[in-house]
């Protein structure tokens, strides 16, 4: 699961200094693994409580039908940093441990990058998870994943591709999921400062449905798996006040990237027991709590109202999660749509995106159009007046209208968006019309034992994609591939001309 957030932030005195400046600051909070359905300004019958979150629909705009790039972490945090779909780099699946090289280009202009251009302190404290080269004591890079390849790490050595190398001014934070891979241990800049030192013993971490998530790899004596979170965000908040208190005539673009809600739940102990909704709830519960606090330091700087906030995820809810939440507690992460994480269903891909920006975006507004992660980039360029060249962005398109209210809700700024799956299994939306370009979830396999109960027969078995109308249908249940067989023509047409030449928004 996961969340985003954009903000300013600054000091009495940078308030005035910024009072009539057209570059805010700006906070992107991505959470890992949150599902639509896990927040309650989005679904009513939650059984989770996240009043920070409610509260920042309250203040700003809500997204009914905003997209992560793909379903699972890594080719979604790349479309996010580049505002470009990640299948076109032709990587499939994700990195964990040693993986690499970074799947960014170095020759790749990034969301951070585009911000550094425009006179931004850029930082990112997190979950990283887009590919790192480390290397042996030969001076081999490694680029394995696996617990041999973490064994064979020589920690003296820098990370050439660091986010330090692709945008980012200070990063502190993992290589890839925090408590699930293999190489648990703390990246600051570009070095591990206190490498891992022996195997993880599990024994003494909480056992529960929503805990067997974490891979048997190496551990450093610093990095306890419950209180990761916690540490991330007291990294965030350091550098939010000694940016106004050093610099506070220079804006900020800070992406805080958060372990919550990726399994294992792993709740910090003050959050234990807090909800009603098992260890996975305490876990939702205190992500939301992570987000109240950034922004109550925002406040507590005098920089909320010179603040543009996103927060989202980076794609649908875990299988496991969703089934022992739907079992356990009656709580539904996807709702109220069909598959989860890895599916190219809805429930895999649309995610909640809350923005707030006082004076800017009308608070307690809502908005239908359909919007992609890979727009960030987009919107940001506009939002600070920058220009993107023709070779960045491919995929990404300005939704700074939609944010302050200018764009008319049947004035769709997407006229199609792109879908991608773990496998690199492709769909494309227009407007109402959805269409899988394969059989399937895409991701998932509904033939196993614990998804079977949830397999949903095809109506149309022998077409090659899938045709369906979300405005009658959201639940994605009829396939009208042979019904329809212009539209599903026309948008495999569609798709393959966006896959061809390279991109889907128009040259600039």
């Not at 979170?229 to 800070?254: E, G, I, M, N, Y």
């Not at 001309?497 to 991109?503: A, T, V, Y």
């Amino acid at each position: 699961m996961r969340i985003h957030v954009f903000a300013i932030s600054m000091f009495s005195l940078a308030a005035t200094v910024f009072a009539g400046s057209d570059k805010p600051n700006i906070l992107l909070i991505l959470a890992d693994d949150l599902g639509y359905g896990d927040v309650g300004c989005y679904n009513p019958q939650s059984k989770v409580p996240t009043p920070h979150l409610d509260r920042l629909a309250a203040q700003g705009i809500r997204f009914t039908d905003a997209h992560s790039p793909s379903t699972v972490c890594t080719p979604t945090r790349y479309s996010l940093l580049t505002g470009r779909m990640a299948f076109r780099t032709g990587f499939k699946g994700v990195f964990d441990g040693a993986g690499g090289p970074c799947l960014i280009e170095a020759s790749r202009l990034t969301l951070p990058g585009m911000l550094q251009r425009a006179g931004y302190a850029t930082a990112c404290f997190g979950k990283w998870h887009v590919g790192l080269t480390f290397f042996d004591s030969q001076g081999t890079p490694i680029h394995q994943n696996g617990l041999e390849a973490v064994k064979r790490i020589d920690y003296g050595r820098a990370i050439p591709d660091a986010p330090t190398h692709r945008g980012f001014d200070h990063f502190f934070g993992t290589a890839c999921c925090p408590t699930t891979d293999w190489l648990y241990a703390w990246i600051d800049g570009d070095r591990i400062p206190v490498p891992p030192t022996r195997i993880i013993d599990r024994s003494s971490l909480p056992q529960h449905p929503y805990s067997r998530d974490n891979r048997p790899g190496m551990i450093a004596p610093d990095f306890d798996l419950e209180e990761v979170d916690l540490v991330l965000l007291d990294r965030s908040k350091q550098f939010l006040r000694d940016h106004v208190a050093q610099t506070p005539d220079k804006p900020f673009f800070l992406f805080h990237s958060t372990q919550g809600v990726h399994l294992p739940s792993f709740p910090a102990d003050r959050f234990k027991g807090q909800t009603d909704a098992g260890p996975h709830g305490d876990f939702i519960f205190e992500l939301d709590f992570v987000v109240g606090e950034l922004l109550k330091t925002l406040d507590e700087l005098g920089v909320a109202d010179n603040t543009l906030v996103i927060f989202t995820s980076d794609n649908g809810p875990e299988v496991t999660t969703v089934i022992n939440m739907r079992g356990d507690h009656q709580h539904d992460g996807a709702r109220p749509w069909r598959g989860m994480k890895r599916d190219n269903w809805e429930g895999g891909h649309r995610v909640p995106m809350l923005a707030r920006w006082p004076g800017r975006i009308d608070p307690g507004s809502t908005t239908a159009q359909t919007f992609c992660l890979t727009d960030v980039m987009a919107t940001c360029a506009a939002v600070v007046h920058a220009d993107l060249p023709n070779d960045a962005a491919e995929d990404s398109f300005n939704f700074l209208p939609v944010l302050t209210g200018s764009q008319r809700e049947d004035q769709p700024i997407r006229n199609y968006t792109l879908h991608q799956t773990i496998s690199l299994a492709l769909a494309i939306r227009q407007g109402p019309w959805k269409y899988l370009d394969h059989q399937g979830s895409g991701g998932n396999n509904y033939d196993r034992p614990n998804l079977k109960p949830f397999e949903l027969q095809d109506t149309a078995p022998d077409a090659p994609g899938q045709l369906y109308h979300l405005a009658s249908d959201p639940g994605e249940t009829t396939n009208l591939y042979f019904k329809h067989l212009a539209v599903a023509q026309q948008l495999k047409s569609k798709l393959d001309e966006f896959c061809e030449s390279g991109r889907s928004a128009p040259p600039r």
